[in-house]
């Protein structure tokens, strides 16, 4: 079969994001079938990828939809509407499957394939896609296989992919000069699965509750192949990096071994076990440290579930600073028992954590089958059978989230290594601006004062 995937997702904040996945599909499939990859960041708008589909003449067209929306309660963007054009380019230009997966479509399968009219769509990991292929060419319309989905049929979450996922390399693909001249970022993944239990979050649901650790040597060399393609800065894409202290710590080694010299980074959970787990990081080339903190009140981080207190948070920076790592932490504001007082808790302790960037999201998005879906429902600000497609977010019930902003913003004062609702566009242009001039990495280490 000809196979073409399609990566939809055009979102450039905080900086255009290489379509990994489709690379971990594009490794899945065997030989037998002809596969390429259309980025349409790269492509000269409908037309080129109208003139793309015709040459290419594919049998299956897999699309992989990343971001439903932007996730934030102020200004949100969807990007729904957007899918739905492409799915219908694709099917005006062939007469392919269409199939659609990543990780929004596996946060919503059922209303997606419904509302944009695919023929098929895969839960979660996409290498399943060989499957299906096999299914449809052995002439089974219907196949019923782990994590497809059909229309009108409800979706189940599948086990884990049960082998070591392999990548195609990005030096293979054309969109990865995109990615090269915006940014130069490219990024990498060393293990899938998230064992925490923060109440909001989806990630357990995307990549399952254990973790599946990659052989460090694999991702040493997969991370020198990137940085020959001409990489200028890697992104671990992990859930949480620090998830598996000496798993982290043997995947950096094999980096270092292996040879990579540009600077690297990813998400961290504020909270180590080892008092050298930052200094050994560095040694072998970490740079960034991006900490999911989401709150610096103890009983906000509780009612998150939070594996780690304030305390923790206090520590892990120290120990990140005096390891000479540029540091930023994240803050989810507004979960369930926000008030002013906890607001205020966090904010004025933002002040104990010196050279650093702040960046701060106002109200939880709901997702399907979290936990925060369940508060909502039980409280009432959510009615069973709402819409969540449709961009919603938890209200607590203390204080608004405009009263959350407000406050953000007269605490910020202007400090520009605050990034708050206000001020992102801005920072966003300077970035594009940046990356425009061969500007690289993810520079928000410029914003520390
Ligand atoms: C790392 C990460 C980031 C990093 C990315 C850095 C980088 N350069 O790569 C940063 C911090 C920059 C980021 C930013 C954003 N992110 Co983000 N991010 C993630 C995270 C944790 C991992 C993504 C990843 O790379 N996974 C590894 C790859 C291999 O997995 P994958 O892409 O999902 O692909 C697999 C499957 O989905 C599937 N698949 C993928 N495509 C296809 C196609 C087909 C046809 C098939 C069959 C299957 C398939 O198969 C793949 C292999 O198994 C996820 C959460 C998660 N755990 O998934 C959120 C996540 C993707 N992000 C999300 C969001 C919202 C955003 C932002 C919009 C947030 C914001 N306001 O800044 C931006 C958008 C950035 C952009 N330009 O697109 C949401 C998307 C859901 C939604 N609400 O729409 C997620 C799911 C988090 C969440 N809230 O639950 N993100």
Redesign the pocket.
Known sequence: MRVL?L?A?T???????????????AGAISSSHEVRILDTNLLDGEAGLRADIRAFAPNAV???????????ALATKS?IERANRLVKTVRSCCDASV?????????YPFPLLEHLEADF??V??????EE?LSALEGGNPEPVLPGIVLRGQPPRHPPP?PRQ?SRRLPGENLHTSFYLENGG???L?TK?G?PFRCIY???PL??GENLRLFPPEDVGRMARSLQDSGARYL?V???VFNAHEEHSLAVASSLRDAGVSIPWG??FLPGVSRPDYFSRMAECGLTHV?FGTESLSGAMLRAYRKPFGPEDVFDAHRKAQDAGLFVSHYFLLGGPGETGKTVKETLKQVEQLPRSVFFF?CGI?V?PETRIHSIALREGSVAPGEDLLQSVFYTPRGISLAGINEMLEAFAGGRGNWVIPRNEERIARVTRKLYAMGHTGVLWDRLIG
């Open positions: 995937l990566s997702n979102a450039l904040e905080p900086h255009p994001v290489y379509p990994l996945g489709l690379d971990y599909v897999g699309i992989s939809l990343r971001n439903v929306d932007s996730g934030t990007f199939i659609l997966g990543g990780s929004g479509f596996s946060l769509g895969i979660g990991e996409g290498e399943r896609l299906l992919w996922p970022i490219l990024n993944q899938r998230c979050c989806a990630y995307l990549e992104y894409t992990d859930s990813g998400f991006e999201f998005r997702h």
